[in-house]
């Protein structure tokens, strides 16, 4: 078990069975979540999928219809916003205009009587750790949006909350910037240790930043797992979609055995072998996903024990680094292949029109049956 999945170990956060609904309309469903000390945790989906309200919550801001939230063991459904152990950063950062970026860092701590000795050095730490002590004397309008986000940061990292919570705060960043500082922003989380809890509809930014993803659709947990759990082995179609590219086949389990279950699919005229299909009956009816990286298309017929399927090449999107291949069945369904452009690979080269075969091993394909 990874500290994480451990089902010993007592998380720091906890939602029990629940659920937000605004009139007759439920945002958040039935959720059951844990979260442990130490994590970078994100919540995951589309726009409307209730995340933010489940990070609203935890802070405070919203009350749970029903269900109870426990944070280090307490029940705190009637514990205010400001009482809680958690401090929240805003999309909008939430800076003072009228004041330094060394005023708004120390205004929380001014609130709660520290003494001045104390706050002057808790100001210089966390300007430090966020790499902004050369913009103290600064208001926020002179700042760049990335260095506003970063003294946002600070200014609740000072506070040493339990939890701090991050709603979208990278999504106000150009891409470039966005990318530089999610990595950052990892880092600071590892040296301070604060369990951070994170909203995004970037399944990248998710993947990159995350310990584990809880992705969200309709307002219920869809799949809670590590980047890699989710990518590799997601539990839905759903999760399959929203993650990632997938080549998505419907079928019927033809057999099972051997640990090898073999899916009839109409659309492919052909039966598929995969290595992945748990238990499945005979008869019911799965669908079958292969990520594009983990086929291969070329002109020689496939290997014994490999899938093959027929097909030409319809079109091919060249993005520099890899190529995407669309291939054309004879069905007229569609499939994405995504190649590596090295040089000198000795690898066929392939044009449009092309017959070629896709070929995937039989590990490299997932049943989903949700
Ligand atoms: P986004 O990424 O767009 O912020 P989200 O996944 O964070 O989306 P929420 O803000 O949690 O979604 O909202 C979930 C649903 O609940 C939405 O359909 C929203 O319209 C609705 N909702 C949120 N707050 C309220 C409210 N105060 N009153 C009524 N409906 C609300």
């Known amino acids: 078990f990874s500290p994480w999945t451990d089902p010993e170990s007592v998380p720091l956060i906890r939602f029990e069975g629940v659920s937000k609904r605004f009139g007759d309309f439920v945002a958040v469903d039935q959720v059951d979540l844990s979260i442990h000390a130490g ?8 726009s409307g999928c209730g995340k933010t309200t489940l990070l609203r919550m935890l ?3 919203e009350t749970p219809t029903s269900g109870r939230i426990f944070i280090d063991g307490t029940d705190v459904s009637a514990i205010p916003p400001y009482e809680r152990p958690v401090n929240m950063m805003f999309q909008s950062y939430a800076l003072f205009p009228h004041m330094t970026v060394e005023q708004n860092v120390a205004f929380g701590l001014k609130q709660d009587g ?55 705060p990278l999504a106000a960043l150009d891409r ?43 307002g219920c947990l869809e ?4 980047p890699v759990e989710i990518y590799e082995y997601p539990g839905t179609r759903f999760v399959a979609d929203f993650i990632g590219a997938a080549n998505m086949f419907e079928g019927v389990v033809a057999s099972d055995s051997d640990d090898l279950l073999v899916v009839t699919c109409p659309e492919l005229e052909s039966d598929l072998t995969i290595s992945h299909g748990g238990s499945v009956p005979v008869g019911a009816p799965v669908t079958v996903m292969v990520r594009p990286e983990k086929m291969v298309v070329q ?49 066929q080269e392939l044009t449009w029109e092309d017959e070629v075969h896709l070929a995937w091993h039989p590990a490299n394909a997932m049943v989903l049956t949700r």
């Open 223 to 226: 799949q809670v797992g590590t």
């Open 176 to 218: 470039q910037l966005r990318e530089r500082t999610q990595l950052e922003l990892v880092g600071i989380q590892e040296r301070v240790g604060i369990t951070f809890v994170m909203v995004t509809h970037d399944q990248g930014e998710a993947m990159t930043m995350s310990s584990r993803i809880a992705v969200m659709n309709s």
């Open 59 to 61: 802070a405070g801001f």
């Open 114 to 168: 520290l003494p001045k000795a104390q706050i002057r050095e808790k100001v210089r730490d966390v300007l430090d750790l966020v790499q902004m002590s050369r913009f103290g004397g600064r208001k926020p309008h002179q700042l760049s949006g990335g260095q506003r986000q970063r003294v946002a940061l600070a200014r609740c990292l000072a506070k040493e909350p339990k939890v701090l919570l991050l709603d979208e």
């Open 299 to 347: 002109r020689d017929r496939p290997s014994e024990g490999m899938n093959g399927v027929k097909g030409i090449v319809a079109d091919i999107a060249y993005l520099g680094d890899v190529s995407i291949y669309h291939i054309s069945l004879p069905s007229g369904r569609r499939v994405e292949v995504l190649r590596t452009n090295l040089r000198h690979t000795g690898e």
């Open 39 to 46: 994590e970078f945790f994100s919540l995951l989906g589309a």
